[in-house]
């Protein structure tokens, strides 16, 4: 999901503090189509989520706007989430399209064969262990989406599915239906003590993790550049016919379903790459199921080598910044075009619209690709400053960077968590050993990349 596996005082914290001084495009959005208008289909992939999919599915039964069609995406379970998501739906007057596979093939395969085998305006994604805690979810992604033409994803906040949250969905109408339809059904995982403490600490973890890059990192993001690197790819709206002919009909004939080993942060990248903006709407919130802690290691690994690989594919947008003042020029001279009547006004009366096509980017890069490159250099250089400082047994200056990165670190989190801020307080301190344990882990990562890259020429990476 987080572009960045860890929460740490970074070259991206500055530039959204740079953001936030500097403020969004002024330019008043004039959207050509009419978001009320769009057709949505929603597409559920889902393996061994009995315990989750009617959870799913109930918060989707009270979303204020209706799909025109849901489509469960079976990944080959081996448990009953085929049979409990029909008989969901079935009580509670939901048609349900279910696509069931004999094998898990992943989520790739079903992003591509729903944008071209159906002809909704709005492809809409949400994972089976996927809450929509927000009963305007999907109304507010889709009027985002629309604001401009240049915008091809839109999701919103996306924080840990707990327990409370689990319990608090008890409530509904429709999820108590099929409880009293079937009693021997569960809303949480079949896991015992051990595993629920484990999913508990990174439910921590992620829990600050994600709120301070969503409520203040990608806010930034938002006023600066309008857009984020890539979307939270649990629960997000696409353009459909723009995840198709961008996404899967250029880069399938290359690099067939193995896009990386995380499908929305390839997605996300392919979108800045060639013009269009991934959005996130900040007032409307999912929650996400997340691994249990022994299973991190293994997620992390997945989103690292995912946004490494997508550097290397997408290598003139990391290069953007060292062609800012080509980027620069280009723009006074468009500007002085448009005053002359030269320039097509269409594109200088949309929030930051920029010019589509890949060949824009090789030229002038993008300015989203300031963010690419500092997620870059931070993911590579951090963990490796550490390393070499315990490696020469810099013991001073190893515990006075931790203890200052810290209190920097937390203070920040405090800062944006309004209401919350003592909660936080003690969550950000409690989850500090973990955060540097993922950052250094994070060197393996790197290691076999660089590996694959220049050692094994192994350019097939797969999960």
């Known amino acids: 999901m987080a572009t960045t596996p860890y929460f740490i005082l970074s070259p991206n914290t500055l530039l959204s503090i740079l953001g936030l001084a500097h403020g969004p495009d002024r330019t008043f959005p004039q959207p050509a189509e009419d978001w009320r208008e769009a057709t949505v289909d929603v597409v559920i992939p889902a393996f061994n989520e009995e315990s989750n999919i009617p959870l799913c599915l109930a918060a989707l039964a009270r979303q204020t706007r209706k799909p025109s069609r849901i489509i469960l995406v079976d990944d080959g379970s081996h448990d009953r989430t085929v049979e409990f998501a029909q008989t969901f739906c079935h009580l509670n007057g939901m048609d349900l399209i279910t696509i069931r596979r004999a094998h898990s093939i992943g989520k790739t395969p079903t992003l591509k064969r729903q944008s071209r085998e159906f002809d909704s305006d709005v492809e809409f994604i949400l994972d089976g262990d996927t809450v929509l805690e927000s009963e305007n979810y999907i109304d507010r992604v889709v009027e985002e989406l629309y604001k401009g033409a240049g915008i091809a994803s839109a999701c919103g906040t996306v924080l840990p599915l707990r327990d409370r949250d689990r319990r608090a969905m008890l409530k509904t109408r429709a999820l108590k239906k099929f409880l009293g339809s079937h009693p021997e059904a569960t809303i949480y995982p079949k896991v015992g003590w051990f595993h629920?403490?484990?999913?508990?600490?990174?439910?921590?973890?992620?829990?600050?993790?994600?709120?301070?890059?969503?409520?203040?990192?990608?806010?930034?993001?938002?006023?600066?550049?309008?857009?984020?690197?890539?979307?939270?790819?649990?629960?997000?709206?696409?353009?459909?016919?723009?995840?198709?002919?961008?996404?899967?009909?250029?880069?399938?004939?290359?690099?067939?379903?193995?896009?990386?080993?995380?499908?929305?942060?390839?997605?996300?990248?392919?979108?800045?790459?060639?013009?269009?903006?991934?959005?996130?709407?900040?007032?409307?919130?999912?929650?996400?199921?997340?691994?249990?802690?022994?299973?991190?290691?293994?997620?992390?690994?997945?989103?690292?080598?995912?946004?490494?690989?997508?550097?290397?594919?997408?290598?003139?947008?990391?290069?953007?910044?060292?062609?800012?003042?080509?980027?620069?020029?280009?723009?006074?001279?468009?500007?002085?075009?448009?005053?002359?009547?030269?320039?097509?006004?269409?594109?200088?009366?949309?929030?930051?619209?920029?010019?589509?096509?890949?060949?824009?980017?090789?030229?002038?890069?993008?300015?989203?690709?300031?963010?690419?490159?500092?997620?870059?250099?931070?993911?590579?250089?951090?963990?490796?400053?550490?390393?070499?400082?315990?490696?020469?047994?810099?013991?001073?200056?190893?515990?006075?960077?931790?203890?200052?990165?810290?209190?920097?670190?937390?203070?920040?989190?405090?800062?944006?968590?309004?209401?919350?801020?003592?909660?936080?307080?003690?969550?950000?301190?409690?989850?500090?050993?973990?955060?540097?344990?993922?950052?250094?882990?994070?060197?393996?990562?790197?290691?076999?990349?660089?590996?694959?890259?220049?050692?094994?020429?192994?350019?097939?990476?797969?999960?």
């Open 196 to 463: 629920h403490l484990q999913r508990g600490i990174t439910d921590m973890y992620r829990d600050v993790l994600y709120y301070f890059l969503q409520k203040f990192v990608y806010l930034g993001q938002m006023a600066f550049f309008g857009g984020i690197l890539n979307p939270v790819g649990c629960a997000v709206a696409y353009r459909r016919d723009v995840l198709k002919a961008i996404v899967f009909d250029r880069y399938e004939p290359i690099l067939g379903d193995d896009l990386t080993n995380s499908e929305d942060i390839f997605i996300g990248f392919a979108m800045n790459d060639n013009g269009y903006r991934n959005i996130q709407v900040a007032d409307v919130y999912a929650r996400s199921q997340e691994p249990e802690v022994g299973r991190m290691p293994a997620q992390i690994y997945l989103w690292s080598s995912s946004f490494l690989q997508s550097c290397y594919y997408f290598d003139a947008l990391m290069r953007s910044p060292f062609k800012s003042l080509k980027r620069h020029r280009k723009k006074k001279q468009e500007a002085a075009e448009l005053a002359a009547g030269l320039a097509d006004k269409r594109i200088h009366s949309e929030q930051y619209r920029q010019p589509f096509g890949t060949d824009y980017t090789e030229k002038y890069g993008r300015p989203i690709g300031w963010v690419l490159f500092m997620s870059a250099f931070e993911k590579v250089a951090f963990p490796t400053v550490l390393l070499i400082m315990i490696l020469l047994q810099l013991w001073e200056p190893l515990a006075i960077t931790l203890v200052a990165e810290t209190a920097v670190a937390t203070s920040l989190l405090v800062m944006v968590a309004k209401g919350h801020r003592l909660e936080y307080l003690l969550k950000g301190l409690l989850v500090t050993p973990l955060r540097y344990a993922v950052l250094l882990f994070d060197l393996v990562t790197i290691g076999r990349f660089a590996a694959d890259l220049w050692i094994f020429r192994n350019r097939r990476w797969r999960k």
